[in-house]
């Protein structure tokens, strides 16, 4: 698993090494081939009767990833929490449940319904927002949030490099952010290769 983890104060810019040919691409997979099609509609943007399989299964897989994130933001009760690729929820509503406000971010439509089931009662007290929508367009005002979660979203995206400036833009000054991969890429030489399932590594 790696952790990155910046100020917003300090960093001021934060780089993605990614193969200029490989940044292209579309949201739902990297790569072409059907092992490509079939892990993106699994694990990365879920879509379909496999999507909506994998969109209830991975929140348990990566449970242990939410824990670390928000430990690693050391969340108070006055944060306000933006997840980037929120998947269904799990991070903001079982993780981050004592936060002033909380929002979640996700590509997948299947994904996004399953986590405003999840924060209904927030999304109704107004303290919650979850969107249907893109990394690399945020739609929040520059510093909204005082910290800013990514789960294993930035080596599904075309464009990780512009996903991490939209994180730092809407983080105030002084706010926080932690980005998890699992697993971690281990050889640099291999650094925004993207294998035959579609996962930048």
């Known amino acids: 698993m790696s952790v990155e983890r910046c100020d917003a104060q300090e960093a001021r810019h934060v780089r993605v090494v990614v193969d200029p040919r490989v940044a292209s691409g579309t949201q739902h997979a990297l ?33 242990r990833l939410y824990a670390v994130a928000t430990a690693e933001l050391d969340l108070q009760p006055e944060d306000e929490l933006l997840d980037v690729g929120c998947g269904a929820g799990m991070l903001l509503g079982d993780h981050a449940t004592a936060q002033r406000f909380v929002a979640g971010i996700d590509a997948s ?15 109704a007290a107004g303290t919650a927002q979850i969107v ?38 809407v983080l105030r000054p002084g706010g926080r952010m932690v980005h998890l991969t699992d697993p971690p890429t281990t050889d640099p030489e291999k650094s925004g290769e993207v294998d035959a399932f579609g996962i930048r590594q």
């Open 132 to 169: 249907l929508g893109d990394a690399t367009a945020l739609p929040w005002p520059d510093g909204r949030f005082s910290a800013v979660a990514s789960v294993n979203c930035l080596k599904f995206l075309p464009d990780p490099d512009q996903a991490l400036r939209e994180m730092h833009r």
């Open 31 to 63: 790569r072409e081939g059907w092992r490509a099609e079939v892990f993106s509609a699994f694990w990365g943007v879920p879509s379909g009767p496999v999507g909506w399989v994998g969109a209830r299964v991975l929140p348990f897989v990566a449970a």
């Open 109 to 123: 439509p299947i994904q996004v319904e399953l986590a405003r089931e999840r924060l209904a009662e927030r999304i």
